[in-house]
């Protein structure tokens, strides 16, 4: 864990040709699971990106507003 409490994977200190934006502050990360489904909701100000897996390699991404995640994540269900 990296001082700020942000996950670390091995070899992020290696990837030269990308530039970490994640901030504590402003990066909020939560995890959901339903049966084989697993969403993954970031939040940004004003969007959150919403990415679906479904556990066999299928993998969908969306951007939407916070007060419309709740629902696509019914709506997955």
């Known amino acids: 864990m ?4 942000l996950p670390r994977f091995a070899g992020d200190d290696a990837l030269a ?5 994640s901030r504590i502050e402003t990066r909020t ?3 959901f699971t339903s049966g084989p489904l697993t969403a993954t909701v970031i939040s940004h100000p004003g969007v959150w990106d919403l990415i679906v897996s479904d556990g066999r390699g299928g993998v969908a991404f969306s951007v ?4 419309e995640i709740a629902a696509a994540l019914r709506a997955l269900e």
């Open 2 to 5: 990296d001082p700020y409490g």
């Open 17 to 21: 040709r990308w530039t970490d934006h």
């Open 29 to 31: 990360v939560r995890v």
């Open 64 to 67: 939407l507003p916070p007060d």
